[in-house]
């Protein structure tokens, strides 16, 4: 329901552009589509992807010209699933929170605002809820507020935090994180880290640290790297995704205020342009406005 909600403005951007494509036709004819691949550009689903889409649905249609506005629209619905599921192949059905090790290490990068300290807050309550042990580490000594922030984050979803003065080294705090994590025999650690984009050499150097000091204390950490992404931001948010994409192996995406905003699209795009699967969406700023990722439901909801 929240989803819905959360994407009431994409959808009726969406489906009022389609509706606009294919009013008073009986035909989807190439002045159709192209009215098609505008709609979805128009709301941020990305010119490659769009294309993909375009060229799907253009075969099908090949082969019965005749189709009404419900088939097509059907037929967008299912080609946007299995694009989705191409590039989210393992998908959880619902939220895990069993690793085979123990700690399991989350590294989690994106830009300042984008909501990386809310997320990490969020999932630091699932995992709780799962009946986990969670460790914060406040990475991102780089902005005096982003300590204080995550504290309250910790405070909120009852974790314990561990973080270091103002200005201190952002690896030896994710270093503390983990090896804290180990010593207590929590289950999981997420690291918060300051996403400066101004050089990708020192953000890779930066993050390349981080990365390097969390694999001496446990093995194969961090064993997932989140990055954070505003969707609001539209494509502004798929040239964050390429930057941090380049210089940093990102296992997984989460898509943040997805409520109120006409540009859900971006969700399709980017899974698909970067080929890292979505993991998680933000529907608000709650606590618990954070979701699984479920292509099938982002999908319905995107439709109506
Ligand atoms: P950070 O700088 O990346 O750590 O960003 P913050 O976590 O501090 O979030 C920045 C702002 O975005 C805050 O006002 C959050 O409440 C808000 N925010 C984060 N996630 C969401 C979301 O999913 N929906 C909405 N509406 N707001 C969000």
Same mark, same amino acid.
Request: aromatic content about 4%; proline content about 2%; cysteine-free.
């Given at each position: 329901?929240?989803?819905?909600?959360?994407?009431?403005?994409?959808?009726?951007?969406? #489906?009022?552009?389609? %509706?606009?494509?294919?009013?008073?036709?009986?035909?989807?004819?190439? /002045?159709?589509?192209?009215?098609?691949?505008?709609?979805?550009i128009? @709301?941020?689903?990305?010119?490659?992807?769009?294309?993909?889409?375009?060229?799907?649905?253009?075969?099908?249609?090949?082969?019965?010209?005749?189709?009404?506005?419900?088939e097509?629209?059907? #037929?967008?619905?299912?080609?946007?699933? /299995?694009?989705?599921?191409?590039?989210?192949?393992?998908?959880?059905?619902?939220?895990?929170?069993?690793?085979?090790?123990?700690?399991?290490?989350?590294?989690?990068?994106?830009v300042?605002?984008?909501?990386k300290?809310?997320?990490?807050?969020?999932?630091?309550?699932?995992?709780?809820?799962?009946?986990?042990?969670v460790?914060?580490? /406040?990475? =991102?000594?780089?902005r005096?507020? $982003?300590?204080?922030?995550?504290?309250?984050? @910790?405070?909120?979803?009852?974790?314990?935090?561990?973080?270091?003065?103002?200005?201190a080294?952002?690896?030896?705090?994710?270093?503390? !994180?983990?090896?804290s994590?180990?010593?207590?025999?929590?289950?999981? $650690?997420?690291?918060?880290? $300051? *996403?400066?984009?101004?050089?990708?050499? @020192?953000?890779?150097?930066?993050? *390349?640290?981080?990365?390097?000091?969390?694999?001496?204390v446990?093995? %194969? $950490?961090?064993?997932?790297?989140?990055?954070?992404?505003?969707? @609001? !931001?539209?494509?502004?948010?798929?040239?964050?995704?390429k930057?941090?994409?380049?210089?940093? =192996?990102?296992?997984? #995406?989460i898509? !943040?205020? #997805?409520?109120?905003?006409?540009?859900?699209?971006?969700?399709?795009?980017?899974?698909?342009?970067?080929?890292?699967?979505?993991?998680?969406?933000?529907? %608000?700023?709650?606590?618990?406005?954070?979701?699984?990722?479920?292509?099938v439901?982002?999908?319905?909801?995107?439709?109506?």
């Open positions: 329901e929240k989803l819905e909600q959360g994407v009431e403005k994409s959808r009726d951007g969406l #489906l009022s552009k389609i %509706g606009k494509s294919i009013a008073g036709k009986d035909t989807v004819d190439a /002045a159709t589509l192209d009215d098609l691949e505008d709609a979805l128009t @709301s941020d689903v990305g010119v490659k992807t769009t294309v993909e889409i375009i060229d799907r649905i253009e075969e099908r249609v090949a082969k019965d010209k005749f189709i009404t506005q419900n097509l629209q059907e #037929l967008m619905r299912d080609e946007i699933v /299995a694009l989705l599921k191409d590039n989210n192949p393992d998908q959880p059905a619902e939220f895990d929170a069993d690793f085979p090790h123990k700690p399991h290490i989350v590294l989690v990068v994106g300042n605002g984008v909501g300290t809310t997320s990490i807050g969020k999932l630091a309550h699932l995992y709780k809820m799962a009946g986990k042990s460790v914060l580490g /406040a990475a =991102d000594t780089f005096a507020a $982003a300590v204080d922030q995550l504290k309250i984050w @910790s405070e909120r979803a009852g974790v314990s935090i561990i973080q270091q003065g103002q200005n080294d952002p690896a030896a705090v994710a270093y503390d !994180t983990v090896a994590a180990k010593a207590k025999g929590a289950d999981i $650690a997420l690291v918060d880290t $300051a *996403g400066r984009l101004h050089n990708k050499k @020192s953000l890779m150097e930066e993050l *390349g640290k981080i990365k390097r000091v969390m694999g001496k446990v093995d %194969g $950490a961090p064993h997932e790297i989140l990055l954070v992404l505003d969707a @609001s !931001t539209g494509q502004n948010a798929m040239q964050q995704a930057a941090f994409t380049d210089v940093v =192996d990102v296992t997984g #995406l898509l !943040t205020k #997805l409520d109120g905003t006409a540009k859900g699209g971006i969700v399709i795009g980017v899974s698909n342009e970067l080929n890292v699967p979505v993991k998680y969406i933000g529907v %608000g700023e709650q606590i618990e406005d954070l979701q699984v990722f479920d292509r439901a982002f999908v319905n909801a995107l439709f109506g």
